[in-house]
């Protein structure tokens, strides 16, 4: 022990404690829900390292309140709660949990978009109540996956293992990339086809949102995104909420402007838009793409492992200012 004192925001898996407490004093959130702004603040203030969430707003005010902050680990690959530039000017450094989650993510894009397409959980809830009444031939049609058009918004690291996950359905696949770059591995292995944004929106019979937040992505989706969509198109988020205005997707659900949506993240966390509820064309789940046993586990370790090493004024694996330490070196 040397001294360092981290402040944990919630529980997370043991793993990644177990790891802090070789180096540190560890005081863990008791409460399993989000700390509240204040607690933050003030925990902040005593502390080496923060170890927080996506729920954890992290900006100018955290840092004045933190003067001996030497790091923050964020415990989640999205970093839109947290002011890197702020965190840049004060050499503070951030680092966030990239490529663990990637397939756990992907994965639940896919069980949502089977999920809407073939009605999974209107269906699961018709039986629940009872009122099924047999087989019938015009009963709850959905969508096939196979040979058709598969979007992709964002072919990062989850965008394109989604992809990939396609190649059994034999799906054409497109992809968009705010920096019109090439996505190799998708042209090698799918002959896939970077497109501009409204050219997938009228193409696509599926388009799945791996895109993060940033001021140039919020409200992406919007109304008339809506309306370029085929009305027998499917959107999937799993994501971040904002990237879809939500009032303009319950509009296009109650609209039939676009066939149904499965949806793992929400504008407002924890709210949803009112009506989406109602929408039996919606999947909704409760962000929980990244959420299997390991997954959660292996973020635990590597939050854990970039918050040692910012203690120790060393690169955190996975970092998200590291200009801060090339121009140490
Ligand atoms: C993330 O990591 O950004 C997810 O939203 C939670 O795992």
């Known amino acids: 022990m040397n001294g360092h004192k981290i402040y944990v925001?919630?529980?997370i898996p043991d793993q990644g404690l177990d790891l802090l407490r070789t180096v540190a004093d560890v005081e863990v959130n008791p409460d399993d829900a989000p700390l509240d702004r204040a607690t933050l603040l003030a925990k902040a203030a005593e502390c080496d390292g923060v170890l927080?969430?996506?729920t954890d707003r992290i900006d100018a005010e955290f840092f004045d309140a933190a003067p001996r902050l030497k790091g923050y680990a964020n415990y989640a690959v999205g970093f839109d709660n947290i002011d890197v530039a702020e965190a840049t000017r004060r050499k503070v450094p951030v680092s966030n949990t990239p490529g663990v989650l990637t397939h756990a993510t992907a994965e639940c894009a896919w069980a949502l978009l089977f999920a809407v397409a073939r009605r999974v959980a209107e269906t699961d809830r018709v039986m629940r109540s009872g009122a099924w009444t047999g087989w019938g031939p015009l009963q709850f049609l959905g969508s096939g996956v196979t040979g058709k058009t598969l979007g992709i918004v964002g072919a990062g690291r989850i965008g394109t293992a989604f992809a990939l996950m396609s190649r059994g359905f034999g799906m054409k696949v497109l992809y968009t990339s705010s920096s019109n770059r090439r996505n190799a591995v998708l042209d090698k292995e799918l002959g896939?086809?970077?497109v501009p944004f409204e050219t997938m929106l009228e193409r696509a019979d599926y388009v799945s949102i791996h895109t993060p937040l940033t001021p140039q992505t919020r409200h992406l989706f919007d109304a008339a995104a809506f309306a370029r969509m085929k009305s027998t198109a499917y959107l999937v988020n799993t994501a971040r909420g904002p990237v879809i205005k939500e009032d303009d997707l319950v509009q296009a659900l109650q609209s039939g402007e676009i066939a149904g949506a499965g949806?793992?993240?929400y504008e407002n966390e924890p709210a949803m838009a009112p009506g989406l509820a109602?929408?039996?064309n919606a999947v909704i789940l409760p962000h929980v793409g990244s959420a299997t046993t390991a997954t959660r586990e292996d973020m635990s370790t590597l939050a854990a492992r970039n918050l040692m090493a910012?203690?120790?004024?060393?690169r955190p694996e996975t970092c998200l200012n590291p200009e801060l330490f090339?121009?140490?070196a």
């Open 192 to 194: 896939a086809e970077l």
């Open 52 to 54: 927080g969430l996506l």
């Open 9 to 11: 925001t919630r529980r």
């Open 263 to 265: 949806l793992d993240v």
């Open 326 to 328: 090339d121009s140490r």
């Open 310 to 314: 910012m203690l120790d004024g060393r």
């Open 278 to 280: 109602e929408r039996d």
